[in-house]
């Protein structure tokens, strides 16, 4: 489920190179049958705190934790993503303490990946930029 999620949100994009990542999304599924964990699609082993624990910095860290959040589903469906204040908290309860710039860092890392897009004034949203923008 989580992986036909993953597949239609780089669909929805409308970049050649997110096509052909889903295009092979695609392929994987229907080689194994069935849809697995997108933790293990994604090669993270175990679960979120083991997985935010290692070696990585503290902005890959939270843009892990918020990419996990991202894959799973939790963010409603308008696309709009909780406030850099909201996220904060969110991070240091689940063990990331993050300064706002790092969480920053951690965001534009998303955004390259095209997960999200932010713009000034307005917010964070899931997805690459589109045409309708809230």
């Excluded at 589903?73 to 909201?86: A, I, M, R, V």
């Excluded at 390259?112 to 917010?123: A, D, P, T, Y």
């Amino acid at each position: 489920m989580a992986m036909e999620r993953l597949e239609n949100v780089l669909r929805q994009t409308g970049n050649v190179r997110d096509e052909i990542i889903a295009n092979g999304i695609e392929s994987f599924r229907k080689l194994r049958g069935r849809d697995i964990p997108i933790g293990i699609f994604l090669g993270i082993e175990g679960n979120a705190e083991q997985s935010l624990t290692s070696k990585n910095t503290l902005h890959k860290q939270a843009a892990d934790a918020i990419r996990q959040r991202i894959l799973a589903g939790e963010f409603d469906s308008s696309g709009k993503l909780p406030s850099e204040t909201l996220f904060l908290q969110q991070l240091k309860e689940s063990g990331i303490g993050v300064s706002r710039m790092t969480l920053r860092e951690g965001m534009r890392i998303l955004a390259e990946e095209r997960l999200i897009f932010r713009v000034q004034g307005k917010g964070t949203f899931l997805g690459a930029r589109g045409k309708d923008i809230p």
